[in-house]
């Protein structure tokens, strides 16, 4: 089993795209374990990109995502990290197909409606930045048996 941590950018919340996204991970089969919405404080924003610090786009980046709320998810599902991945589509606008998240709704390189851990590392990363423990479900445990 496997935890992904998942955010809909300021756009995608602008643009009214948080029910359709939910339903689309809902409809694969992920399970939601954790959610919220907020304005993002600039440190934890710092933060979150902090793999990117040195890029010349950084300052963009963390202006775009703390300019208005983001909602903020983690999922669950065998795979997750690279399911959701494949939902989301490419982050160059060229190369994300349609179906996916961004090749329905966006043609622009940064805002780019949806943000998804890349890796187990940054997953686990993540979600322990945007989350603390009792925020999360215990899906197994309160559900049953994971279907
Ligand atoms: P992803 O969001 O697909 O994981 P990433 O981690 O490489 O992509 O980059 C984080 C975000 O930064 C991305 O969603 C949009 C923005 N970004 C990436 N490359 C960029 C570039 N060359 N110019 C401007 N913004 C960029
Ligand atoms: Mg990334």
Redesign the pocket.
């Known amino acids: 089993m496997e935890r992904t941590f998942i955010m809909i950018k300021p756009d995608g919340v602008q643009r009214g795209l948080i029910g359709d996204i939910i339903s689309r991970f809902e409809n694969r089969g992920l399970k939601l374990v954790g959610a919220k919405f907020l304005q993002v404080p600039s440190q934890l924003a710092e933060d979150h ?1 902090a793999e ?1 610090r040195e890029r010349p ?1 950084f300052g ?2 963390v202006t775009f995502i703390t300019s208005s709320p983001v909602f903020a998810m983690v999922w669950e599902a065998p795979n997750a990290i690279s399911i959701a991945r494949s939902m989301m589509g490419k ?1 160059n606008p060229v190369d994300s197909l349609p179906g996916t998240i961004r090749g329905d709704y966006g043609i622009s ?2 805002m ?1 409606i949806i ?2 851990s ?1 890796s187990a590392e940054s997953a686990a990363r993540e979600i322990a930045m945007w989350f603390t423990q009792n925020e999360l479900t215990m899906y197994e445990q309160t559900i049953g048996k994971w279907i």
């Open positions: 990109y990117h786009f963009e980046l982050t390189l940064g780019n943000h998804g890349d």
